[in-house]
């Protein structure tokens, strides 16, 4: 039977396309769709200017990577992979649907065109600022947390502001900081090269990447998304997550992914975590809506 998924290509003068994948994609550890966008951007002709990549990178990391080696920078560098922005978390209240959207992760590095109708469509759905850049696709998973995972049909008539999803997932973020649920994920990988905030949209708050993971934050939260690789719905076991007041630790499989202190203050008992479409996620909530320069309490 398989399932519909959209296409919305960059360009305006291209039409949105519906298209159908052909066969079912029942299971995350074995979802070939996500393989197949994957193909899809790595045949973008596009090339990525190294150093375009590197300033956005001592941009938001304040480490100058200009000269050094490593195998995490040439990853940083090199790798090709599909940024994952889960805009709708599946849960109880949203009858376990989610939504996402798949980008290439180096749209700044590519100078990709920036997306508008997509831009559009999650900004109307409760993310003032976000912004897209380069084709974009945007599907639909039913996730019970449990058992059941399997994609959806999601068509050309889900791709209005009007939508059902559009308005539940404005409700799921406004109550993001009230509920015992975070608020979404947005990217594995380089998420600050394709799917981006706009700096004039919303305060110039401080982001970051490493090559462990990427940070973003509003007046009240924080949003961690790690860049660990491989995992699936039944790793849940498999993480750790210890939250302190001044203090962060992860482990996945056994790899320590964080442990160190924070820049400032958080509220242990409001924080959450979250494992959706292979996305790992922490959401911290701030002792006080203050601005912070940076993730940790050292540089």
């Known amino acids: 039977m398989g399932f519909k998924y959209v296409l919305i290509p960059a360009s305006a003068n291209e039409e949105m396309k519906e298209i159908e994948y052909k066969e079912d994609v029942t299971q995350l550890e074995q979802d070939t769709f996500r393989e197949f966008v994957q193909h899809y951007f790595m045949g973008n002709s596009a090339t990525v200017d190294k150093n375009v990549l590197l300033q956005q990178l001592q941009e938001r990391t304040g480490v100058d990577l200009k000269g050094q080696q490593g195998a995490d920078v040439e990853h940083l560098l090199n790798a090709t992979s599909v940024e994952i922005f889960p805009v709708q978390l599946p849960t109880k209240d949203t009858n376990f649907i989610g939504i996402s959207v798949y980008c290439d992760d180096k749209g700044i ?17 409760g993310y003032p600022g976000q912004v897209f850049r380069g084709d974009c696709f945007i599907g639909k998973v039913f996730d019970d947390g449990e058992d059941e995972w399997r994609r959806l049909d999601f068509t050309l008539k889900d791709v ?20 015992d649920m975070s608020s979404l994920a947005n990217s594995i990988g380089m998420r ?5 905030v706009n700096g004039n ?17 509003a007046d009240d939260e924080v949003e961690v998304t790690f860049k660990k690789e491989g ?14 007041k001044q203090k962060l630790k992860v482990e996945a499989k056994g790899e ?13 008992d409001e924080a959450t975590w979250t494992l959706s479409d292979g996305v790992l996620q922490v959401t911290l909530t701030k002792a006080e809506p203050t601005n912070w320069p940076r993730l940790l309490k050292t540089a």
Not at 110 to 120: D, I, T, W, Y
Not at 160 to 179: F, I
Not at 231 to 244: E, I, N
Not at 256 to 268: H, R
């Open 109 to 125: 590095a590519k100078n990709l065109e920036e997306n508008a109708r997509m831009s559009g469509l999650i900004q109307a759905s």
């Open 160 to 179: 209005s502001a009007d939508a059902d999803w559009v308005a539940s997932t404005k409700k799921q973020r406004e109550n993001r900081s009230s509920s």
């Open 201 to 217: 949209a919303l305060e110039d708050a401080a982001q970051g990447e490493t090559a462990q993971y990427s940070w973003r934050q």
């Open 256 to 268: 320590v992914l964080i442990d160190d202190d924070l820049f400032a203050a958080t509220t242990p």
């Open 192 to 196: 600050s090269n394709a799917a981006h």
């Open 231 to 244: 995992l699936q719905k039944g790793d849940k076991k498999a993480v750790k997550v210890s939250f302190h």
